[in-house]
């Protein structure tokens, strides 16, 4: 089921459905109830998105992406019944808001269609069976793993066509084993196979999808997951976050990321063999955070990332710094408000800086970015209600063919539950 706006009816008709739903008496989403008609949960979000980069030509940031559109989710879960079964659905949908800031040749801000047209999809169907700590889900559904995950940051999330389980019948142990078929883009209704949107046009192939989420302490969360898609990469991704100090005064954690991969059968994308690893350093004091880290790719080959956000901590807004050969500098500085009185405010900067080889087969220019975010959450009766404000500045070598450019994203969002 999936529907494109082609003509302003029908973005009208599904901006006054989520208008309908967002004053409809609801409670914030994180205030669920158990009820025996089972859920009924939803987001919307007012969204504004540009990236303007200089073109080749001259000094303007005339190379432009621009969206302004509203959409959102809406979602019925059922109750379990006879404590193994259930079901899930729900509808997403987006629509630009006016002309001025959607121009078609403006597209590609992943807020609407490429063309900056509106659209509507049943984002997730599914099927679930449990059996004590084991469950079981088939067909549509969201998923949120290192390399394969919902990549949540425009207006509506990304979804798959998956089937597998996972279990946590063993204490301080989550196991995942799925077969991921077909991905649904965050700019488009149609689902498509995961190795059409690793860039392989003309195959029609799934993943392998393995995980295993280990608490051995309170103090080490450790993550190993494992992606195989045949004939064209493996790819195995490792994670451990060590906490320390006292949380009441000045707290310390240390997090390794480390990512192998390389080609696999006929070699669909070619043979070659990389991987990436990373060490940061945080501390937190009195509503401060202090990040300090460090990443280094391989020289051979970048890392590909193709079905969701990318899991290391040097992803920033409009970089990853995951190119062959680099080596990137992560700096973060936090602060939560609540602890001066202004309870929902929070803000962060954060800046990297790539550098990448000059000469040779992957040579490329070096790059910086420099981003502001800023939060804030209503309580009381607007609960469930946010905004977020996001800008970043990307400073790029022009002598290597980069391109300066700057971002902008506001969003204003509403998370409610309506049964």
Not at 122 to 142: F, P
Not at 194 to 202: E, F, P, R
Request: some cysteine.
């Amino acid at each position: 089921m999936s529907a494109k706006f082609t003509h302003p009816v029908p973005c009208c008709l599904l901006s006054l459905v989520l208008i309908l739903v967002l004053v409809l008496p609801g409670h914030a989403a994180d205030e669920k109830k158990p009820s025996e008609w089972g859920t009924v949960t939803g987001q919307t979000r007012l969204y504004y998105f540009t990236q303007r980069n200089k073109s080749a030509t001259g000094q303007e940031f005339d190379n432009i992406k621009e969206s302004l559109a509203f959409g959102g989710w809406l979602k019925y879960e059922t109750p379990w019944i006879a404590d193994h079964f259930g079901a899930g659905a729900a509808l997403y949908g987006t629509a630009p808001l006016t002309g001025e800031f959607n121009e078609e040749d403006h597209g590609g801000t992943g807020l609407l269609a490429r063309d900056n047209e509106g659209f509507a999809a049943l984002g997730e169907a599914y099927l679930k069976a449990r059996y004590a700590g084991t469950e079981a889900r088939v067909w549509r559904q969201r998923i949120e793993t290192p390399f394969i995950n919902s990549n949540d940051s425009r207006m509506l999330p990304q979804t798959f066509e998956a089937y597998g389980l996972k279990s946590s019948d063993i204490d301080n142990l989550e196991l995942s084993l799925f077969w991921v078929d077909k991905e649904k883009g965050r700019d488009t209704e149609l689902f498509k196979s995961m190795s059409y949107m690793a860039g392989l046009k003309d195959y029609d192939r799934g993943v392998v999808m393995a995980g295993a989420d280990w608490k051995p302490f309170d103090f080490l969360p450790t993550r190993f997951w494992n992606y195989y898609a045949p004939d064209l990469d493996n790819t195995f991704f490792t994670q451990f976050k060590y906490t320390f100090g006292d949380p009441a005064g000045v707290q310390y954690s240390l997090l390794f990321q480390g990512v192998d991969q390389r080609s696999v059968g006929d070699q669909l994308r070619g043979d070659y063999s990389t991987g990436e690893a990373g060490l940061m350093g945080t501390l937190l004091y009195s509503g401060f955070t202090f990040d300090l880290g460090g990443t280094i790719v391989d020289g051979s080959e970048g890392i590909r990332n193709s079905w969701g956000v990318y899991p290391f901590f040097n992803n920033l807004m409009a970089y990853n710094f995951a190119r062959a050969g680099e080596k990137a500098l992560l700096l973060g500085l936090g602060y939560d408000f609540s602890h001066m009185g202004w309870d929902g405010y929070r803000a962060k900067l954060q800046a990297g800086f790539g550098d990448t080889p000059d000469t040779g087969r992957n040579a490329s220019y070096d790059r910086s970015e420099y981003d502001l975010n800023l939060y804030y959450d209503f309580d009381g009766e607007l609960k469930g209600l946010g905004v977020l404000t996001r800008f970043s500045y990307q400073d790029e070598d022009e002598s290597l063919g980069g391109r300066d450019g700057y971002q902008v994203r506001l969003r204003l969002q509403y998370n409610f539950q309506l049964l």
